[in-house]
């Protein structure tokens, strides 16, 4: 069965710091993962989806890489802003049908 | 603009009743899934439907029912026999690819009272 972990649960930095946050899955057979962003008692929106065939995703700010063999995903935010503090949640998508398998997300506080 | 709508926003039910909440989206997506949402915990599959007249049962279906009778819309019933129904519903869309992106509404967050 598919697990998604996410470390940190929560990150506090300053306002202009480079941050890193990790997802890891245990099964390295999927065919993508989505990088998700979820403010307090809103939706998700999606910030990056990685191919399984590729290594990495940009967005601006944002890269993401995934290395499937070892299970790991990282999501970089360069620079960052207050306006990026929000729960960060990672997902991936494993054979069988179509669904989703969430980890339980970072909460980051960016402050000014 | 193409999106996921959710409505409505906030919804409270008595012991006993069910309600439906409603998702519609305008991006021509053949799929369409229900996730609940609860804290400290990943969002968990409840039904999807990859195609209209044919949903399936997530991992926490019990409970739950839902329909697809137009491409563009996935309502999802809470019933009375769901018993711990207080979270937050969201409601999701993709093409018929499994390596698709998904697309997620704002979300409905249901409170028993």
């Known amino acids: 069965k598919q697990e998604v972990t996410q470390i940190p649960a929560a990150l506090s930095v300053p306002e202009g710091e480079n941050l890193v946050l990790n997802c890891s899955f245990t099964?390295?057979?999927?065919?993508?993962l989505q990088w998700f962003r979820q403010d307090p008692g809103k939706g998700l929106t999606s910030l990056l989806l990685?191919?399984?065939?590729?290594r990495e995703q940009t967005s601006g700010r944002l890269n993401a890489s995934l290395d499937k063999s070892s299970g790991r995903s990282t999501l970089y935010i360069a620079a960052s802003q207050p306006g990026d503090s929000a729960t960060y949640l990672c997902?991936?998508?494993?054979?069988?049908?179509?669904?989703?398998?969430f980890g339980t997300g970072t909460r980051l506080l960016v402050s000014p | 603009d193409g999106g996921i709508t959710q409505s409505p926003k906030y919804l409270f039910r008595k012991e006993g009743q069910n309600v439906t909440l409603s998702c519609e989206q305008n991006?021509?997506?053949?799929?369409m899934y229900w996730y609940r949402q609860d804290p400290g915990q990943g969002l968990r599959l409840i039904y999807y439907?990859?195609?209209?007249?044919?949903?399936q049962k997530g991992d926490i279906a019990e409970g739950y029912s839902v329909s697809r009778e137009k491409k563009e819309s996935f309502p999802l019933t809470v019933t009375s026999a769901q018993k711990n129904p207080t979270a937050f519903y969201l409601c999701?869309?993709?093409?018929?690819?499994?390596?698709?992106?998904?697309?997620f509404g704002q979300g409905t967050r249901l409170t028993v009272v």
């Open positions: 999701a869309s993709t093409i018929r690819d499994r390596s698709a992106e998904a697309f």
């Open positions: 099964d390295s057979a999927i065919y993508n």
């Open positions: 990685i191919q399984s065939s590729q």
């Open positions: 997902a991936v998508s494993p054979p069988g049908f179509q669904k989703l398998v």
């Open positions: 991006l021509n997506h053949d799929a």
């Open positions: 439907s990859q195609i209209v007249n044919d949903f």
